[in-house]
């Protein structure tokens, strides 16, 4: 296609993602204290934060300090970088290695031998801002609205900018991995089951969902949920070319990711102390008769119900090992009404984003925040929690089936479906893989994923409802310009 064919960018298109880019460089100061995923992460490569003697102090004051007061920036890198003791095969690893390699291209300009957080950021950073761009351009081609896509991505880089999520981009938690994979997800998801996806963007989306799956344990399961979910919608909606001769291939998309995720997640270092804390900090605390699910343990394993593995003491040494997700899941099946609170209870931290438990202050005040965007943190203390959590998840996912069924909004309408998926299993999820254990982060990704599908939603229902018979002839033309 020569120059002269192809189609000027919306001026409104190019507005939202010139603001997009304008804004997200603003939010390279904020950051998030470090829990000590740091150590399982990337000690292998930094031996500490420049500010502390050693990365765990020994005293209270300074240990408060170093992991949850405020946010580091600065670390010293080892002499000799440790490459066979790396703990994690998260792929979270592939932007600590994107990381270290932009510390290195800035090295060379600026002389500092420490390694940056904000500087290691910025490829994330990049690919994020890539993955926006993508997500306009598509939700344009699929409208055909420029005014319906300026609002859409205005509220999509709301939920984007938000600090709450953002401040994750500095800090070694995984999360960071998981919120970047799955914005990435989103219009990968389009390019692949959209009327016109080919094979080629099919096998993108299945390497980035490989990538979100195995960013973090917790997302292990993803890839089967998502294919039950693609199976129940193209049997409801009808998705073309899904036969039975090519169901294989269509499975293997989200197979193939699984078993990846499953090898990945496999030797999980914190896999004992996950199930413990599921056991005693979760099912048996959510039970209203845990003496009946403790056959096996030893007899005075009821002392241990509601301690945290982490709580010095000899609960988690003692039983630790006797513990498993497989316990948990039986323990809740063997128990439904513990079932039932303990998803009640996850449910009700849906929408906490906010995490102020967490310092997203600079250590020293010696780096400012240019801009902490938080409107779309407020806009969650509006949404339901609980019981109404799920019906707004019900309601998303029933009015995307009839939209799936116009062909130019298909891909759109099965990755919000994607979203809405993700969203509510990991309220299971979360209380069958750590109980109690930080659970509002833990759904950090979760409410993440949940957002978008909010907004991409709104954005699809305006598009069916402007283009219907009726509204059509009130609505303007811009809003109906694409006949699906």
């Known amino acids: ?41 990337m000690q292998w490569f930094i031996e500490k934060p420049a500010a502390f003697e050693t990365n765990w102090p020994s005293d209270d004051a300074t240990w408060d300090r170093r992991f949850a007061k405020f946010w580091i920036d600065e670390w010293t890198p080892k002499p000799e970088p440790a ?21 290195a291209a800035a090295r060379t300009v600026t002389g500092n031998t420490g390694y940056s957080l904000r500087i290691a950021s910025i490829p994330a950073r990049i690919v994020e801002l890539a993955a926006f761009a993508a997500l306009a351009i598509l939700f344009h081609a699929a409208t055909g609205s420029a005014a319906l896509t300026f609002g859409t991505m205005l509220f999509v880089s709301a939920v984007l900018l938000d600090v709450s999520y953002k401040a994750f981009f500095n800090s070694f938690y995984e999360e960071r991995a998981s ?12 390019l692949a089951f959209r009327a016109a996806g080919g094979w080629g963007w099919k096998i993108l989306f299945a390497a980035v969902l490989a990538l979100f799956a195995t960013s973090k344990a917790q997302f292990a399961p993803t890839p089967a949920i998502l294919l039950a979910v693609f199976l129940a919608h193209s049997w409801v ?33 914190f896999r004992n102390v996950n199930a413990y804390n599921a056991t005693f900090i979760g099912a048996l605390t959510f039970s209203e008769d845990p003496g009946r699910h403790l056959a096996d343990f030893p007899p005075d394993a009821a002392r241990c119900i509601g301690v945290n593995a982490f709580v010095p003491g000899t609960c988690f040494t003692e039983l630790g ?14 128990d439904p009404p513990a079932m039932a609170s303990a998803v009640h209870f996850a449910s009700d931290a849906m929408q906490d984003i906010a995490l102020d438990v967490y310092g997203k202050r600079h250590l020293d005040g010696l ?36 939209i799936s069924r116009t062909a ?23 209380v069958v893989g750590d ?47 694409v006949k699906g």
């Open 1 to 41: 296609m020569g120059r002269s064919d192809r189609q000027p960018l919306p001026a409104a298109l190019a507005l939202v993602m010139l603001i997009y880019a304008v804004l997200a460089p603003l939010l390279i100061n904020t950051g998030i204290a470090d829990n000590g995923d740091f150590s399982r992460s």
């Open 83 to 103: 490459l066979g003791g790396m703990e994690s095969r998260s792929s979270a690893q592939l932007l600590n290695m994107a990381g270290i390699a932009a510390n």
């Open 179 to 190: 919120l970047l994979y799955l914005t990435v997800l989103v219009p990968a998801a389009v």
């Open 237 to 269: 909606s009808g998705i073309p070319g899904l036969t039975w001769r090519r169901a294989p291939a269509f499975a293997a998309l989200f197979l193939v990711p699984q078993i990846v995720a499953l090898a990945a997640t496999s030797g999980y270092e």
């Open 321 to 334: 090992s006797l513990t498993s997700h497989g316990k948990v899941v039986s323990i809740y099946l063997n």
């Open 367 to 402: 780096i400012e925040p240019l801009f902490e965007p938080s409107f779309w943190t407020t806009v969650k203390g509006l949404l339901p929690t609980g019981f109404g959590f799920y019906l707004l998840a019900l309601a998303l996912s029933g009015v995307l089936l009839p």
């Open 408 to 430: 130019g909004l298909r891909g759109f309408a099965l990755a919000a479906q994607f979203l809405c998926a993700v969203a509510v299993s990991q309220t299971v999820i979360t």
């Open 435 to 481: 109980g109690r254990a930080e659970i509002a982060k833990h759904l950090l990704v979760g409410n993440f994923a949940f957002d978008l599908a909010v907004v991409l939603t709104a954005g699809l229902l305006v598009r069916a409802v402007a283009s219907s018979p009726v509204a059509s002839r009130v609505f303007p033309s811009r809003l109906t310009a």
